[in-house]
T-cell receptor, first 112, second 112 residues
Framework: SQKIEQNSEALNIQEGKTATLTCNYT??????LQWYRQDPGRGPVFLLL?????KEKRKERLKVTFDTTLKQSLFHITASQPADSATYLC???????????FGSGTRLQVQP | DTAVSQTPKYLVTQMGNDKSIKCEQN?????MYWYKQDSKKFLKIMFS???????INETVPNRFSPKSPDKAHLNLHINSLELGDSAVYFC???????????FGPGTRLLVL
């Protein structure tokens, strides 16, 4: 069956360090994969989209990689700040269903 | 201006009641969605409408009935509410049903 795995444990890092979050998927062949941020009590907010033919995508302090052989995406936040503390969700696009399927998310806590 | 809005924000009701949640988007998108986020934070798609036509209908009890009066609105009606329906329900929209999704603030439903 299809599965998306993100670290269920919270990731705690010091301000200024690079945070790396992992998303592994099985039994998917996504045409693209998206990352969203969710703050407590709010809806998810889109951050980045990476397509299957792209190895890496950057936006300001954010970087996403996509390895279709390993079936893995990595999400990096450089020079992390306490304001980056949130839950980050990965969502591969299931082209068969024309729908995003979300992982359970990884909670990031950046300590000042 | 709010892009995707939902009403009500909170809904507390008794088992067996019927309730509706409304969603409106002012982004001009042609596709709208309903998601359910349970206590474990999994975000699962329930329904998707494209140009008022139902295109995704996941395994959801038929007590849940979506209605799309026009492209900008997607409402969710729930009959005979059960304890297990307690969750946060998010509405979202996108263009073409394939790319970035914009989420509403969520409706927190508590069934007593």
């Amino acid at each position: 069956s299809q599965k998306i795995e993100q670290n269920s444990e919270a990731l705690n890092i010091q301000e200024g360090k690079t945070a790396t979050l992992t998303c592994n998927y099985t039994n998917y062949s996504p045409a693209y994969l998206q990352w969203y941020r969710q703050d407590p009590g709010r809806g998810p907010v889109f951050l980045l989209l990476i397509r299957e033919n792209e190895k890496e995508k950057r936006k300001e302090r954010l970087k996403v990689t996509f390895d279709t052989t390993l079936k893995q995406s990595l999400f990096h936040i450089t020079a992390s700040q306490p304001a980056d503390s949130a839950t980050y969700l990965c969502a591969p696009m299931d082209t068969g269903r024309r729908a995003l399927t979300f992982g359970s998310g990884t909670r990031l806590q950046v300590q000042p | 201006d709010t892009a995707v809005s939902q009403t009500p924000k909170y809904l507390v009701t008794q088992m067996g009641n019927d309730k509706s949640i409304k969603c409106e988007q002012n982004l001009g998108h042609d596709t709208m969605y309903w998601y359910k986020q349970d206590s474990k934070k999994f975000l699962k798609i329930m329904f998707s409408y494209n140009n008022k036509e139902l295109i995704i209908n996941e395994t959801v009890p038929n007590r849940f009935s979506p209605k799309s009066p026009d492209k900008a609105h997607l409402n969710l009606h729930i009959n005979s509410l059960e304890l297990g329906d307690s969750a946060v329900y998010f509405c979202a929209s996108s263009q073409d049903g394939r790319e970035t999704q914009y989420f509403g603030p969520g409706t927190r439903l508590l069934v007593l």
